[in-house]
């Protein structure tokens, strides 16, 4: 089992004219798989969910007094490999969406799941069985939606009204909350597979394929929701991060699959459909993240944590 490196850093922003990468302390060992995702939580007692393709769901709760610890809160086994994630907050209570490989989405309240201490004295019981039907988990586990495909992106507008879900095929599917199971707008257009996907704002969504096409929909519009689309020219390279900047600027972190030649960080301008490499990529690093205003994190192989500052 390989260690995913949670990373705390008390570090001022760098300056965006530094080049080498800035250390981020490495303060704890998360045991998990390279397939565990990670979704931040904001507004409860726990730190941040993972879920990965042992079907499993956890929270967990970090704590940096009086020295650093983790405690996991809560755990549970879907009947399904879990894929994808994210989190938001509505009336006030925070909850996480999640998606397991047979398309079907899940709403989790945190805060009682928290709250369902007896659950977890049953979860080694329930691993060792198939489990459908009425159990704790779906009620913890609100089922919401399915889909005919494997769910890629789950996706909430910024005021959190329109929830929005991408498969493997490339179909976009887009409902309201908190009426999730009535689908208003069904998008077609990829022919790649969709691998990113981000709300620029309430009403636009962006979304760039594996072939490089991208794509910008108006998700309140039930057809024709097309905005824009083009193509980002990046030979012999591959796009391994995305992050908006705004509702026009975009970085992204690629990284050079022919030998000898080395990735970078480039901010791309929608609106223009033109891009501007603002720094190198180290040789050794992988971009794991992009944080706007600061630049892009990497890690290194042995799980060493690097800011890379990026001039956007």
């Not at 040789?283 to 290194?300: D, R």
Request: charged share 20%.
């Amino acid at each position: 089992m390989s260690h995913t490196a949670l990373t705390i850093s008390a570090l001022p922003v760098p300056s965006p004219a530094a080049i080498q990468p800035v250390p981020v302390a490495v303060l704890l060992q998360v045991p998990m798989t390279d397939d565990h995702l990670i979704i931040p939580l904001h507004a409860s007692a726990c730190s941040f969910a993972t879920i990965g393709l042992d079907k499993r769901f956890r929270l967990w709760k970090l704590s940096l007094s009086p020295k650093p610890a983790l405690e996991q809160l809560y755990s549970c086994v879907y009947p399904k490999k879990l894929t994808y994630g994210t989190s938001c907050v509505l009336d006030h209570r925070e909850y996480c969406f999640i998606a397991d490989k047979y398309g079907d989405v899940y709403m989790i309240d945190v805060g009682r799941a928290i709250e369902s201490k007896a659950f977890k004295e049953m979860e080694d019981k329930m691993v060792r069985q198939d489990y459908v039907g009425a159990t704790p988990a779906d009620k913890i586990g609100k089922f919401i939606m399915g889909h005919q495909e494997v769910i890629s992106h789950v996706l909430l507008s910024p005021s959190n009204d329109f929830f929005v879900t991408i498969d493997k095929a490339s179909k976009v599917k887009v409902s309201r909350v908190p009426n999730f199971f009535e689908v208003f707008g069904i998008h077609f257009g990829h022919l790649g597979e969709i691998r990113f996907a981000t709300m620029l704002d309430r009403f636009t969504l962006f979304t760039l394929d594996v072939k490089n096409a991208w794509f910008v929909w108006d998700i309140s519009k039930d057809d024709s929701a097309v905005l824009d689309q083009g193509k980002i020219e990046l030979p012999d390279a591959v796009i391994s991060s995305v992050l908006a900047l705004d509702k026009k600027r975009l970085v992204l972190a690629y990284i050079a699959t022919e030998e000898g030649k080395i990735g970078g960080v480039m901010v791309y301008d929608v609106s223009a459909k033109a891009g501007k490499k603002v720094a190198d990529l180290p040789a050794g690093l992988s971009p794991e993240e992009v944080l706007s205003g600061a630049g892009v994190v990497l890690k290194a192989k042995g799980g060493e944590v690097s800011i890379l500052p990026i001039n956007a």
